[in-house]
């Protein structure tokens, strides 16, 4: 499966942005889902992610912030970023994988950008 994620941009503390990650080439409903990012300078880290079922999980440092969302019949996959931080900075990148927690399929990233 292809992932092309979209979306990122600058942004003011305090403002939203929804991020989407559209899939191809795979039945889409079949794949948990995830975002990660990564700052610069530093590693990975997992943000949210959504199960086949829909079932959420977030990070500690994004819950009640973001809302990750899917819709199948369009086969894309949503961040909702609300509240953002300078600390929310980032290289975003969505993932699929067969199973919870192996992550088969990345896309490339999108640069979301935060100002204080």
């Known amino acids: 499966v292809q992932l092309q994620a979209s979306g990122g941009g600058l942004v003011q503390a305090g403002g939203s942005l929804k991020l989407s990650c559209e899939a191809s080439?795979?039945?889409?409903?079949?794949?948990?889902m995830t975002w990660f990012r990564q700052a610069p300078g530093k590693e990975r880290e997992f943000v949210a992610g959504i199960g086949r079922s829909g079932s959420t999980v977030y990070a500690d440092s994004v819950k009640g912030r973001f809302t990750i969302s899917r819709d199948n019949t369009k086969n894309t996959l949503y961040l909702q970023m609300n509240s953002l931080k300078p600390e929310d900075t980032a290289v975003y990148y969505c993932?699929?994988?067969?199973?919870?927690?192996?992550?088969?399929?990345w896309g490339h990233g999108t640069l979301v950008t935060v100002s204080s």
């Open positions: 993932a699929a994988g067969n199973y919870w927690g192996t992550w088969n399929y």
């Open positions: 080439g795979g039945t889409f409903s079949n794949y948990a």
